[in-house]
Structures are given as C-alpha cells and as structure tokens.
C-alpha cells in the first residue's frame, strides 16, 4: 500500500489498540476529574520541600476559600530554634472531599498502570508503537500527530505517575532518588498539576480534531475497528 | 495535624450523598475491603507496597535549618467542644490532666502483650529516645518540615512484651479517634511515640503530652492526644472512631 493510499483510509484498530485506548481514556479521565477534587482541597502550589498556609505560595489558585484561608490562630513560636518557626491552629473547617477523591484517583491510577503496560508490551511486539506512533514521515498519521501522541503516552504520562509517586510517603522512603530528582515533594506535586494541565488540554485538543475530521467515523474505527 | 478530623462532619454530609462509600461495621484479619470498589483500589496500594518495596526504609530526614511552619488542624484542643473530636468524658479526663501538668496521664498498653501496663511520661522519657527532623505530608496537599523528639514505639512494646499472635497497633486518643497500623510500621525505627517537637515539650495543639509519628504515611496516621495502645492480631476498622468508616483510606503511605 503507498502512503497516499494508506492517509484517506481510515485507521483500523486491533481490537487490543480499541480495549487499551478506552481504558486509558477511562482512567486517565478519572486520575484528572479526582485529582482536580485533591487539588481544591489546598489550591495552592510550592517550590521543594515543604509549603503551607502558614509559609508563601508559588502560586495561588482562586478555586474556593480554600487558597487563601485566613482562619488560623497563632499558638507557638519556637525560639527554641534559630530561625523561631511559628505554628498556628486552623479554626475553621474547610472544604475537603479527600476521603473519596484520593482513593479514587489511586484506583484509577492502577487501572491506568496496568492498562497502560498492556498497551506498551503490546505495542512493542507487533511493533504498532514504531510503525504509527514513533515520529516519523509517513503512515497513517502525520508528524505531528505522531509528536503528540509519543509526547503524551511516552513522556507525559509516565511523568505523571513518577510526580505522583515523589509525593507518597512509603515510596520516598523506600527510593528517595525521586525527591531529588523532583527537587522536593512540594515541586513533584506542582509539576503533577501542569501536568494535569498539559494532558487537559492534549485530550481537548485530540477529541476536536476527532470532531473535526470526521466524528463518526473516527469513532467507530475506535469502537468497532472498521 | 491529622486532618481527617478537619471536615468530619462535612465528610458524614458526603457520606450520606455517596452510596458508594457507605460501609458496614466488620472486622477481619486483613485490611478490610468491604466489596468496596474504592477500598479495593487502597488494598490494592497496600499490599503492593508490602509485597514490592523494600521493608522499613528510612524517610528522609533534614538539618534544624530546614524546619519550617508548621499548621495544626484537624483536633487543636480535646476540650473544645466545637471540634469534630469532642467527646465529653475524654475532655474531663484531658482538662483534668493538663492542670495535673500530665503528670497523672498514663499510657495503657493492652492486648496481645505479655504484661498489659500504664507508662508515666517520665517512664516513657527514661527508656531510649529518639530526635528526628521529618517532613509531615497531609493528605490535604500541604507539607512541613518539624523535629521530634519521643521514645521509639518498638521500645515501648518491648517493655510491654508483644505476643507472637500481634499484627496491628491501634492508637486510642482523647479526641475520641481510634486508628492503627500494622507491626511493620509499628516497629519501624522512625515510628516514635513524639513528647517533645522543636526542642520544647509538644504543644497542646500538635496533641501533648504524647502523639505519635509514623513518618512512612500520611499525616493522619500520626495521632495525636495519645490515651493508650492496643495491640491486636485481628484488623478492627474501630466503627465511626476510626477512618475507614469516614470514607478514609486506613493505609495511607501513598
């Protein structure tokens, strides 16, 4: 088949390419509507280590009261230390949705984990990852199509699970490495969210250009494989 | 600073709204997951991390340079009876040992232990210590970076003389809260029962006159206004005094 022939036929997918990418699309909407629930628990972003309410914000992001709580009483100064660190009680509750958002973005982070390793050693022996998705010229899809899906699927995403991974307790202890390589458990979970914000708006931009260039179509090539 | 107190009663409004999180009193010898979809995904984490990470790694510990603000939430004052804690008996009991400068406060440690006891502070502060600069994560995003100076929670069970049938240590507290963890955390060099943080005795609002600091999960397993240990060979998800009934992961080192 020449290229020009293989660019107007729609894509057909193996069924396992149509189970994996609506799984991973499941997940990876489940991982952004969850950890956008985390994040409105304390929307605000730090650089390192550490970062409260109590120390300044790298950024603060007006979602809910939450950003800029001001209902704190201050209880200790530590002169016992050089640099006096103060510590102060909160007063008010604030909105928190923790208890079911964390543990359905860790649910989903697994379902995302192991999809996504299917998908992987299943792309690499029928070799689907070189011949579609590697940039390259030529095949079904253009450079630049095969920049964005490598960009998210190789890069972006598995950065996603090592920031998410920099932040759990048991797992910096066990391979601290990754605190380094973060620089900081505050800046792995900053990185996490423009992360968040890149896939967003990869994901925005791949359902438009789906809707754009043929929905229908595009659709039951991913559904049905024809 | 353990959070979940923070929004308990808004956590039961959720409750009530999320069928999905509804859970019935049980007790079994793991972890439990109810047939719940959102508990099985915690099971999940946690027996993953037992089975592949390297057992009892230290966290990373920093210099006196490095320690910062520090918020106190959830449970500031087991005397306040606004606070989601509040249980009117433990803040008589809790008012009348803060005036008694703790001295009469004692730490009960039953169960599966050779000799149940009740360690004074002084008791507790002349068996080996421990001072280390650590980073408490709270599960609400935020961070921050305190040291803490207790006894190592092993030493105490040692004195106490754990049976071989242990597997869990539940912390039971005068704001009412019950929670526990296993004895791989519990024996955990850097799992300490914490009397003193930033060189001074531990403030009533980060939970004197002893807390606990298990530095390998969140900060809602570090808690505070200790009562007394029990140790178990069966888990117990403590009714509505523990998290798992307020929709909170009982395993919380992610």
Redesign the interface.
């Given at each position: 088949m020449s290229n020009a022939i293989e660019s107007t036929v729609p894509q057909r997918h193996a069924l396992w390419v149509r189970v994996s990418h609506w799984v991973l699309a499941f997940s990876v909407f489940t991982l952004a509507y969850s950890g956008f629930y985390i994040l409105l628990v304390h929307p605000r972003l730090y650089w390192g280590e550490v970062g409260n309410d109590l120390t300044p914000a790298l950024l603060e992001l007006p979602l809910n009261d939450n950003h800029r709580p001001e209902a704190w009483q201050q209880t200790v100064t530590f002169d016992t230390l050089a640099n006096t660190p103060i510590s102060a009680s909160r007063t008010e509750d604030i909105f928190n949705a923790n208890g079911w958002a964390r543990s359905l973005h860790f649910l989903a982070g697994w379902i995302f984990v192991v999809a996504g390793a299917f998908y992987f050693a299943f792309g690499v022996v029928t070799r689907h990852l070189w011949r579609d998705l590697w940039p390259r010229r030529g095949g079904s899809y253009s450079l630049l199509q095969r920049c964005a899906y490598t960009g998210v699927a190789f890069v972006l995403l598995p950065f996603m699970v090592l920031a998410g991974l920099a932040m759990s307790p048991q797992v910096v202890a066990a391979f601290p490495i990754l605190l380094h390589v973060f620089g900081g458990h505050q800046s792995a979970r900053t990185l996490h969210f423009f992360g968040f914000v890149a896939i967003t708006a990869f994901a925005v931009g791949h359902v438009a250009m789906v809707v754009l260039t043929g929905f229908g179509r595009h659709m039951r090539a991913m559904i049905v494989g024809r | 600073m353990n959070?979940?107190f923070?929004?308990r009663?808004?956590?039961m409004k959720?409750l009530a709204s999320?069928a999905?999180?509804t859970l019935a009193g049980c007790s079994t010898t793991e972890p439990p997951t109810y047939g719940n979809?959102?508990?099985?995904?915690?099971w999940?984490?946690y027996n993953a991390?037992r089975l592949l990470?390297?057992r009892q790694?230290?966290?990373?510990e920093?210099d006196?340079?490095?320690?910062?603000?520090?918020?106190?939430?959830g449970t500031?004052?087991p005397t306040d009876p606004s606070q989601?804690g509040f249980m009117q008996e433990f803040a008589e009991d809790y008012a009348r040992l803060l005036n008694g400068g703790f001295a009469d406060w004692r730490l009960t440690v039953e169960g599966s232990v050779a000799k149940p006891s009740g360690f004074s502070l002084e008791d507790l502060k002349r068996m080996r210590s421990r001072t280390q600069i650590t980073?408490h994560?709270?599960?609400?995003?935020?961070?921050?970076?305190m040291?803490w100076t207790g006894v190592p929670l092993r030493a105490v069970l040692e004195a106490a003389g754990v049976l071989p049938d242990a597997r869990f240590v539940q912390f039971h507290c005068y704001d009412a809260f019950i929670d526990g963890i296993d004895m791989l955390d519990a024996l955990h060099p850097q799992t300490i029962l914490a009397y003193g943080?930033?060189?001074?005795e531990l403030?009533?609002?980060?939970g004197a006159p002893l807390r606990v600091r298990v530095?390998?999960?969140?900060g809602y397993k570090s808690m505070k206004f200790l009562r007394g240990l029990v140790v178990t060979s069966e888990f117990d998800d403590n009714g509505p005094y523990g998290q798992i009934q307020?929709?909170?992961?009982w395993y919380?080192?992610?």
């Open positions: - | 959070k979940r923070t929004t009663r808004a956590v959720g999320s999905a999180i979809v959102l508990r099985m995904g915690d999940l984490t991390h990470l390297p790694s230290l966290a990373r920093y006196l340079r490095d320690i910062s603000a520090a918020p106190a939430i500031t004052d989601g980073r994560a709270c599960e609400e995003g935020w961070s921050a970076i040291e943080m930033n060189g001074r403030p009533i609002a980060h530095e390998t999960q969140l307020n929709g909170w992961s919380a080192g992610i």
